[in-house]
């Protein structure tokens, strides 16, 4: 199974050093979108820093980044789910 990292990133970055091995690149949007909520939940800001100034970057085995998930989009839209169309 790859393995994927999780660094917090704002104006400075904290570095995931052990990764989670998960199935495939949906799995790990999945589980930064968990990680962001529960941060979001145990702690009231990070590092002096509100929510909505940080973001979980999402790297592959290669250190390479695939996914950034802010979390003021998790703020927003506590699910995760895209906005429904505007209707015309």
Do not use: C
């Not at 999945?30 to 909505?52: N, Q, V």
């Not at 979390?71 to 015309?88: M, V």
Request: charged share 30%; glycine share 4%.
């Amino acid at each position: 199974m790859p393995r994927y990292y999780f660094d917090l990133v704002d104006d400075m970055r904290i570095h995931d050093q052990r990764g989670v091995s998960l199935p495939n690149n949906e799995a790990a949007r999945e589980y930064a979108k968990t990680f962001a909520r529960e941060l979001i939940e145990a702690k009231p800001t990070l590092m002096g820093e509100s929510h909505d100034a940080w973001s979980v970057q999402v790297k592959n085995g290669r250190f390479e980044r695939i996914i950034t998930i802010p979390f003021a989009s998790l703020l927003d839209d506590p699910l995760g789910e895209p906005e429904p169309a505007p209707e015309t």
